[in-house]
């Protein structure tokens, strides 16, 4: 019996080897203990439901494969957890999903090489050593002392611990599912996947078509207009010298500040391109996230008589054909440049020949909307060698190896969209038709400024993942057709969310529909200022 016991011990220890590994080493990067522990109770639940599940459904051999299978299941979500709370110190969210859902293999492999440091391919090593010390015990247990097969017979004794491990799955379950789902990776993987194939399919049956019946009474000029949306990724403007930041990252458009409304207190409703995007691009905001099905930009534009063109420096498709492909899918061209290729990934003044192409056309009104490649990580495969200016220390209140290398790849990558921007600009500049060009990005970066940190990330949500550039530049013959234009100079210090583009846009654009609210419009004098809320009931300015 004592021999039984002990090894029944041993055999608990490497059941809950993975669950061990984890509070260890994720201990040390979590920053809420509180929330670490419940991932600790959650995840050992779990792993009693994995064991307890095989115990009562197998016998024999069965019964050691799938000991095997789910200790190595167990690791695999261990790792996971583990490397989610050092890269990020949180546990797996939603977001995490959506990012993997809509990545295409190039930014898979950006993504390892920035974020696949020499402290995670230690924990990788760690995990690995473990995985196949704990398979060769487990090995001993089984050959040597063969206690699996002294687990309970379908007899008196044995039903009724079976009906213990019943109650015992049962009981987690409820648990689990009562508190502590959102600390189960399967239950957000599931979630994530529901919500996104939701919001797929809203996309795919109303935002694909050029033309949405919920947009009624659209108006507007009847007169030759040219305007052009560009859509920065992963661009703060925290890092933009147009903004005050030390090192000149703007020195193009800075040349033509006097021509540009810049507006200093913009930010973006999420961290993230899906969720981001996804309310910019619609009639979907905070208070209404629901009526996304209602209209895009992009309707709305063709509502109004513009031909519309989307021209993207991103991949078309990812796992799945992305959100933001499917509203593009509304335009009368689109033109992908990354998929002309077979490259991984190719500058931005790729897109200049097709922009160019787009505005010699003769239709009379026309809107493009140009999908940059941006400041996207990693950032020194955003710009080429030629715009590396930046290579001294920079300022920071995280100094290393890794933060000076990442800051200067991202001043260099920001200083190259400038170029590409003022291009874009001089490119529509030169036809001295009635025009405008805005410019925003999808969401900003935290890059050492804030925390100790390179990406986005939701759970943290520093200032930098959502203060981006909302710059505009306007022709001379716009500036004469748009009544009141002069007032337009002093909202430049309004403080404003981007899930209210479209009435913006509408409101510049001087288009006119049913569901426009002048309120929400940065360029209108009736604008009133919201609560800008983030996250899950977050006030932005007042956190």
């Known amino acids: 019996m004592p021999i039984f016991k002990k090894s029944f011990i041993s055999l608990l220890l490497l059941a809950y080897m993975p669950v061990l590994i984890f509070l260890s080493i994720g201990f040390f990067y979590t920053t809420q203990t509180r929330y670490f522990i419940k991932e600790i109770v959650e995840f050992f639940l779990f792993s009693t439901v994995v064991y307890a599940f095989g115990i009562i459904l197998f016998r024999g051999v069965l019964r050691i494969s799938w000991c095997y299978f789910s200790i190595s299941f167990l690791f695999l979500i261990s790792f996971l957890k583990t490397a989610f709370y050092y890269l990020y110190q949180s546990k797996v969210t939603i977001s995490a999903f959506y990012i993997l859902f809509e990545t295409t293999g190039s930014e898979s492999s950006q993504f390892l090489a920035t974020f696949f440091d020499l402290k995670l391919f230690i924990i990788s090593i ?75 399919a809203l996309f795919q049956t109303n935002l694909v078509n050029q033309r949405n019946e919920q947009l009624q009474n659209v108006t507007s000029l009847d007169e030759p207009q040219t305007y052009v949306i560009i859509i920065g990724e992963s661009t703060s403007s925290r890092n933009m010298g147009l903004y005050g930041y030390y090192r ?62 989307w021209i993207s420096n991103q991949q078309p498709i990812g796992i799945h054909e992305t959100l933001v492909t499917a509203i593009s899918k509304a335009t009368k061209e689109q033109f992908f440049t990354n998929a002309l290729t077979n490259k991984q990934t190719e500058y931005d003044e790729m897109l200049l020949p097709f922009i160019e192409q787009v505005l010699d056309k003769k239709d009379s009104k026309k809107i493009l909307f140009v999908h940059l490649y941006g400041t996207h990580i990693s950032y020194k495969f955003s710009y080429p060698p030629s715009f590396q200016k930046f290579t001294d220390n920079p300022i920071t209140k995280f100094p290393s190896a890794r933060s000076r290398e990442e800051i200067n790849h991202y001043d260099n990558a920001i200083l190259y969209n400038d170029f590409i921007v003022r291009s874009i600009i001089n490119q529509v500049k030169k036809r001295n038709e009635n025009a405008f060009v805005i410019y925003f990005s999808d969401h900003g970066d935290e890059v050492f400024q804030d925390m100790d940190f390179v990406g986005h990330n939701e759970y943290h949500a520093t200032k930098p993942m959502f203060e981006i550039p909302f710059i505009v530049w306007t022709s001379e013959k716009f500036r004469q057709s748009f009544s009141n234009f002069e007032k337009l100079k002093s909202y430049q210090n309004r403080k404003y969310m981007l899930d209210d583009f479209i009435h913006s846009f509408s409101d510049l654009s001087q288009i006119n529909f049913n569901q426009f609210q002048p309120e929400r419009s940065i360029f209108n004098a009736f604008f009133k200022e919201r609560k800008r809320m983030i996250r899950k009931e977050v006030d932005y300015d007042t956190r």
Not at 251 to 270: M, Q, R, T, W, Y
């Open 126 to 200: 760690v995990f690995i050593l473990f995985l196949l010390l704990t398979f060769k015990q487990l090995n001993y247990v089984y050959e040597k002392e063969r206690i699996l097969f002294y687990l309970p017979k379908f007899n008196l004794l044995g039903t009724g611990v079976y009906l213990v491990l019943l109650i015992g799955i049962l009981s987690s379950i409820y648990l689990i599912n009562w508190k502590l789902k959102h600390n189960n990776i399967l239950y957000i993987a599931k979630d994530a996947y529901i919500t996104y194939n939701e919001a797929q």
């Open 248 to 309: 000149d990252t703007n020195p193009l458009l800075s040349e033509i500040k006097d021509e540009l409304l810049v507006f200093n207190d913009v930010i973006a409703p999420h961290t993230h391109t899906i969720p981001s995007l996804n309310k910019v691009l619609s009639l979907s905001n905070y208070e209404n996230p629901d009526v996304i099905h209602c209209g895009s930009v992009v309707q709305l534009a063709n509502a109004a008589g513009f031909s519309t063109f």
